[in-house]
């Protein structure tokens, strides 16, 4: 780990020989305080840097427009661009629409534009800086929000019930009095016996929850199993675990965090895959427009089997992909493929395509890509809690105003990418 000191001389990012250094430092800072897993040492390395700052250390006594500003900062560029962006604090025009009446409203809502205007923080690899790219006036879409809680629960007698017109704290259905809804986002089995599932006629029986695209939810299963679906993704499961195992079937993705229980092992089923666990953490994805699946474990171990093969994965191998007819350990980052869950989306050195296959599920619209073939990466984390006009400022924009990496407008539902 790569530890660095914040120190003011004129310029945020004194030594140019270090600022790759520091880029990767403070995006990494920056990270750790969206998904809330700061270490005392860390929390007090990134108040160094609020402290010097002289635009962010007049925000230190306002937590919350403090935190909001960082959320920002999060998804811009935390080189040579960052004071760029942090002195156009003072200075970019406001759009009222989108500030909140506070004490600190001039520099905080600026703050907000600004960072949308600046665009992301980006490593790109394959870059050219001398290549001018075509300059546009791209549509700048409509508000589309982010997704959200919702949900479709199915019964086993064929019934679907929307999650969105269940209250909190109430039951699901009438005469099932353990199926409750909580917390606006999470669905509970919790004692639902297998002497009420035949008195309510919903014994040995499945169910489905499914989550349409800008859509997630959990459902905590009969044993305790937490299961956080994302969006476009569904469960079957039984209403009550009767059997020598526990055996659910996922679609698309879902992190699991799986109750303990030694004498019932959990299976969970996706096609020919079966991933097998006592008691841990860890996600499987395997939408049908991604290349194949991948499965990410968090804690614990877990063995995973796919058409005659077999792999444990543990602390020191914990991602396995899948292929048409393979079963392989697979390097990376392992927040990577579990930052949706913390709200955010984490591209490391993805591809212009894997990046809108993410944007066009959580936002519930269309891709369509034309244009030169792109040769840029894209890494970037930015809080899926932006709408997608935010989101697409800070793909596009390379914080140079008269360059982008692309151009995009939005008809209907579908959105156009230009290169």
């Keep these: 780990m790569i530890y660095c000191n914040f120190r003011h001389s004129g310029s945020i990012w004194p030594d140019k ?8 430092r403070l995006k990494y800072l920056l990270y750790k305080f969206l998904s809330h897993s700061l270490t005392n040492e860390e929390s007090q390395e990134l108040d160094n840097f609020i402290r010097i700052h002289p635009t962010l250390s007049q925000l230190r006594e306002d937590k919350d427009e403090l935190n909001k500003v960082l959320s920002r900062m999060a998804s811009i560029d935390t080189g040579t ?29 600026a703050a907000v534009v600004s960072t949308i205007l600046a665009g992301a923080y980006f490593l790109l690899s394959n870059h050219q800086p001398d290549k001018q790219a075509k300059i546009a006036n791209a549509a700048i879409p409509e508000l589309v929000p982010p997704g959200r809680n919702r949900a479709i629960l199915k019964l086993a007698s064929g019934k679907e019930i929307n999650m969105d017109t269940v209250s909190d704290g109430k039951m699901v259905m009438e005469g099932i009095p353990n199926i409750i809804k909580k917390d606006s986002g999470t669905l509970t089995y919790a004692g639902l016996t297998p002497s009420l599932q035949q008195n309510t006629g919903e014994a040995d029986l499945n169910n489905i929850l499914s989550t349409p695209k800008a859509g997630q939810f959990v459902v905590v299963l009969a044993d305790g199993t937490k299961v956080s679906l994302n969006n476009a993704s569904s469960l079957t499961y039984p209403t009550a675990f009767t059997g020598k195992t526990r055996e659910v079937e996922v679609t698309g993705e879902a992190y699991f965090e799986v109750a303990p229980n030694a004498h019932q092992p959990f299976l969970v089923h996706r096609k020919d895959l079966t991933v097998e666990v006592l008691g841990t953490g860890f996600n499987i994805s395997d939408y049908s427009d991604e290349k194949g699946a991948r499965i990410t474990l968090e804690t614990g171990k ?6 005659g093969q077999s792999r444990i994965l543990d602390s020191v ?7 048409e007819e393979s079963l392989q350990y697979q390097n990376g980052d392992p927040e990577k493929y579990l930052s949706w869950k913390k709200g955010i989306f984490y591209f490391s050195y993805d591809n212009l395509a894997d990046v809108m296959r993410q944007i066009g599920r959580w936002y519930n619209i269309i891709t369509h890509i034309s244009g030169d073939p792109d040769p840029h990466t894209y890494t970037a984390t930015i809080p899926r809690s932006n709408d997608l006009a935010a989101t697409l400022e800070i793909l596009s924009n390379n914080n140079d105003n008269a360059k982008k990496y692309f151009h995009y407008s939005l008809i209907g539902n579908e959105l156009f990418i230009t290169r």
């Design 302 to 307: 877990i063995r995973v089997s796919y058409k």
């Design 81 to 109: 661009n960052l004071e760029l962006v942090l002195s156009r604090i003072h200075s970019q025009p406001v759009s009222r629409k989108r500030v909140i009446p506070m004490r600190m409203k001039p520099l905080v809502a």
């Design 317 to 323: 191998r914990p991602v396995a992909a899948v292929g």
């Design 17 to 24: 020989e270090k600022a790759d250094m520091r880029e990767e």
